[in-house]
């Protein structure tokens, strides 16, 4: 049978539908970068884990590489072996599809734009402040609950108070280990204070609903409407987003710029 000519129609179509992945993709990025934040989907790399990993959680979820950057590739421990994950300058990166939500891209995004504050830390407060939903609010505090012991690991090793660091360890590892999210909230809201009031100050990013809802502060009726409605269209976007690039996998499609070569 004779292969099929592409057709002029065929291109279109296609270029069309890349269009509109990258405007969804962009669309479900937009609310946790700053103000004018350009989003280039043409930088966004998702690289595949082996099959056992896929399911799981995994610690190290995605980086960003700078423009110029004449480095070598980054090194993902694996057993007793290594995952060589390309990095290529100029590129947003996620390691496993499952990684690929709109916060950690967002996350991304910030360090490679250069609106990340200036500091892991700082972006971290910025992926709660912009959360939007409460699935967003867990997992960054789960990543400043890590950043906080990374912290205090840090000060121990070089802490003459070595045993009064212990017990602020165990003190801190009681909060965030009791589930109870209320004692949870006030630890953050008391350790990260001075970080948080540094991002609210920043008037290109916008404090979501969720995040004020975490933090005490009322929200407007139109900011409750706004992030109600934001819920269903990430709900929405991220489904067809994911049917998107699984088709796009199926059919061997070259240049999709989402395309994972593992999800």
């Known amino acids: 049978m004779a292969k099929k ?55 190290f979820k995605g ?17 007793d072996d290594i995952i060589e994950i390309p990095s290529e300058p100029g590129s947003v990166n996620i390691i496993g599809g499952k990684q690929a939500t709109n916060r950690i891209w967002g996350h991304e995004y910030r360090h490679q734009e250069d609106s990340d504050l200036g500091s892991e830390q700082s972006n971290r407060i910025l ?40 017990k602020e360890f165990e003190r801190v590892k009681a909060i965030y280990s009791s589930g109870d999210k209320n004692a949870i909230r006030d630890h953050i809201k008391k350790r990260f ?18 995040f004020k809802k975490f933090a005490g502060i009322e929200p407007t009726r139109q900011e409750k409407k706004s992030a109600k409605r934001m819920d269903k269209i990430i709900a929405k976007q991220q489904k067809k987003m994911k049917k998107s690039l699984l088709d796009a996998q199926k059919k061997g499609r070259k240049g999709a710029s989402l395309l994972p070569d593992g999800f």
Request: aromatic share 6%; glycine share 6%.
């Open 63 to 79: 980086f960003s590489v700078p423009q110029g950057y004449t480095g070598g590739n980054y090194e993902l421990p694996y057993n």
């Open 127 to 166: 992926d709660l402040v912009t959360s939007q939903n409460q699935r967003d609010i867990d997992a960054s505090t789960k990543m400043l609950s890590d950043m906080e012991f990374r912290n205090l690991r840090k000060q121990y090793a070089r802490s003459s108070d070595k045993e009064g660091l212990k």
């Open 5 to 59: 000519k592409t057709t002029i129609s065929d291109l279109i179509g296609q270029q069309m539908g890349k269009q509109m992945a990258d405007i969804e993709f962009q669309m479900g990025i937009k609310p946790y970068m700053a103000k004018g934040a350009k989003i280039d989907p043409d930088k966004a790399r998702v690289h595949k884990l082996p099959e056992d990993l896929r399911n799981s959680e995994v610690n």
């Open 193 to 210: 204070k001075g970080d948080i009031e540094v991002a609210l100050r920043r008037k290109e990013f916008t404090p979501s609903a969720s």
